[in-house]
């Protein structure tokens, strides 16, 4: 689909926890994120991107990864890129989440979640541009896949409405 000047239009995905999406046209991917994750990954030479969202740090059990876990999302996610035709050299990343509220949970699993984005990434030689990680405030994001442009909106609770399918008072 293109608009008026054969531009690409830009297509809209809600990206669910433990989920990951390699856009195939130009996307705005959005999610909400309190202790959980998402990595972006944007190729600067093919001017696309993908995004993951997880919810816990490592999975150890081989016969029990998905994308839930920060270690299997994120290395899934270089991989899928790389699979379409991106090179980790063009590559690069801008992480998002990781809160910690001590009135929610005693665990700040955020900061792990944190912890194994930024180990993978460097492992896998993903050069880290941008962060907004950490604190006390969940973040609903927008990451547009054809400019690796994010709008990050810091919000004190995460009401109902704030997820997909979104409802009443936003």
């Known amino acids: 689909m293109v608009n008026e000047s054969n531009m690409p239009v830009s297509a809209n995905y809600y990206l669910k926890p433990g989920y990951i999406l390699v856009a195939d046209r130009p996307t705005a991917i959005s999610t909400v994120l309190g202790s959980c994750v998402s990595v ?21 059990k081989s016969d029990a990864a998905t994308a839930r876990y920060g270690n299997v999302a994120t290395l899934t996610l270089i991989v899928m890129l790389i699979n379409d035709g991106s090179k980790v050299k063009n590559m690069e990343a801008q992480i998002f989440g990781g809160a910690y509220n001590s009135k929610i949970s005693r665990l700040d699993v955020g900061q792990d979640n944190i912890k194994i984005a930024r180990k993978v990434l460097r492992k896998k030689g993903v050069r880290i541009v941008s962060e907004d990680v950490g604190g ?18 810091k919000v004190d609770k995460l009401r109902k409405s704030d997820w997909h399918p979104y409802e009443g008072d936003r």
């Open 136 to 153: 006390e405030k969940g973040r609903k994001i927008v990451f547009d896949t054809s400019t690796n442009e994010v709008a990050v909106i």
């Open 40 to 60: 972006c990954i944007y190729d600067r030479k093919r001017k696309t991107g993908g995004m993951n969202h997880f919810l816990l740090p490592t999975i150890m």
